[in-house]
DNA sequence: CGCTAGGTTGAATACGCTCAAAGATCGTGG
DNA sequence: CCACGATCTTTGAGCGTATTCAACCTAGCG
């Protein structure tokens, strides 16, 4: 139950300047950002000034913790992160994950205290920008601007898919979501080969992530393996049956047409 | 369970021209900025420009439906409206409740094809607002756009205790969870009496919030009267021992502190 | 090589679901 | 104003999904 909390004491950050300096387009918040619309090259110029303080932080940290204020941004360039709520019986539930190429804790400006903890589950690369940085950017550079509400709205329909899961799907139903929102996401970002991708998830966070005990969480994982739809070895996930996985979870690809009306204002 | 289906059936609006203007102050959306920080009576005076088109839209109608655009923004002044999802085998998950003083689709703009219906549940008076006209008006006062921020983190929140709710909480601990959430925001609005307030939901609906059959909801109910914590008859809910029930819910006051650092940016 | 975190399995239990049917309440029209 | 239908609520009983407890296995790392 509480192995998990013995290792994410909070701890502060340790900051360390990364050298080598990745492509532009290779900044999965870019690739994010020219997925939603083809950029200019002085929009991603103006992107790429948000890459300019890069800092690694370790596995397992929490990066802030429930109660505390956040004054930082984070774009979260490599590696996974995570939203939890603990509750004071010991259980906890995963909110949201951060991937590469989400922005963590964009209200920092307007939240005076945060109600949740986030902790880094792999070394995590991200880039600090102040939120102020942020809003000015945003409202300089219309088109930039509105892609970043895009982004936001993405984060909020999560939510609600989080919420869907929750409520009215099964076990198996929930797994089988998850793991595709996981590999949509990732394929935008460049982080997927085929048909499959790394999960560096353990089976308890999973379970605290679906609302389910880690044995049920197993024996379900191991369900979807059985009828080959899914394969799981050495945290690489890889799908079997996309057709079928898909049609079980009931998935619906998030919508990102290109209708221009919608973005020209 | 497809009552509610029967019922919901998508349908045109009605406008209705609205004579008798309430007085500033009795503007919930007016409230709840003010209730964030002391509005000024030019700030007063701006959200009044809000509410000058109102309509009134029937209960039980669908005004936003899954796979449609929404073009305009609604400030919900009178009754209740939710956003739900529906799975093909017939079962709904309501996403999150529109109380008085909230805004509908704020994210209207940028979302090409909604992937929820919204429908209201009473009467519903609003008032219409073209999003551009939103983003240019909290652009203009800065104050007003980061209270408007607020707003959205505050949404932001509210679907994060919805996903802790179904999560990890029990059949009891949701439903009072969700009482306390109701009174709260109602409180805010003025919209309480002493302790109690309207609930204008079904057990169904309320099931289909929490994730639960229609019998356990019942059950459910029942046993939060039984153990002398609320007390519910036609419609109006009492809370009998508030200590107790937040105690039970784990419920957390929505932080509002007055931090001036926060605002003065 | 041994320790620890993570994964797997079995068995008993419980919480919540489904099916079914009966009551209560409300709105509406005769 | 009462009667009727429709919706909403309540109750019983059996069942099933997921939980809990407990033990064992496995892999990775110092």
Redesign the pocket.
């Known amino acids: 139950m509480d192995?998990?909390h013995?290792?994410l004491k909070p701890n502060l950050l340790f900051p360390i300047k990364v050298n080598d300096s990745p492509l532009s387009s290779d900044w999965p918040l870019i690739k994010r950002f020219d997925f939603l619309r083809a950029l200019s090259h002085e929009e991603i110029n103006v992107l790429k000034r948000l890459h300019e303080q890069e800092i690694i932080i370790d596995a397992h940290k929490v990066m802030l913790c429930q109660g505390n204020t956040s004054h930082k941004c984070f774009i979260v360039n490599q590696g996974w992160a995570y939203r939890y709520y603990d509750l004071s019986n010991g259980k906890r539930q995963v909110v949201n994950y951060y991937l590469p190429g989400d922005i963590i804790s964009p209200y920092a400006l307007v939240r005076p205290k945060e109600n949740y903890s986030i902790a880094s589950i792999t070394p995590l690369n991200v880039s600090v920008i102040e939120p102020n940085y942020l809003i000015s950017l945003f409202s300089a550079h219309a088109k930039l601007g509105l892609l970043y509400k895009k982004m936001l709205s993405e984060e909020d329909i999560l939510f609600m898919e989080q919420i869907v899961r929750l409520g009215i799907r099964?076990?198996?139903e929930r797994t089988a979501h998850l793991l595709m929102e996981f590999f949509e996401r990732l394929k935008i970002v460049g982080q997927t080969e085929n048909s499959s991708f790394t999960l560096p998830l353990?089976?308890?966070l999973l379970?605290e992530t679906l609302?389910?005990?880690?044995?049920?969480?197993?024996?379900?994982?191991?369900k979807l393996q059985l009828h080959k739809l899914i394969s799981i070895e050495?945290?690489k996930v890889s799908i079997l049956n996309n057709e079928r996985l898909k049609q079980i979870a009931e998935y619906q690809t998030l919508e990102r047409e290109q209708a221009e009306q919608s973005l020209a204002a």
Chains 1, 2 share one sequence.
Do not use: C, D, E, P
Request: glycine letters at 4%.
């Open positions: 192995t998990y013995n290792v099964t076990a198996y353990t089976q308890q379970a609302g389910l005990s880690l044995v049920h969480m197993n024996r379900t994982i191991n050495s945290k």
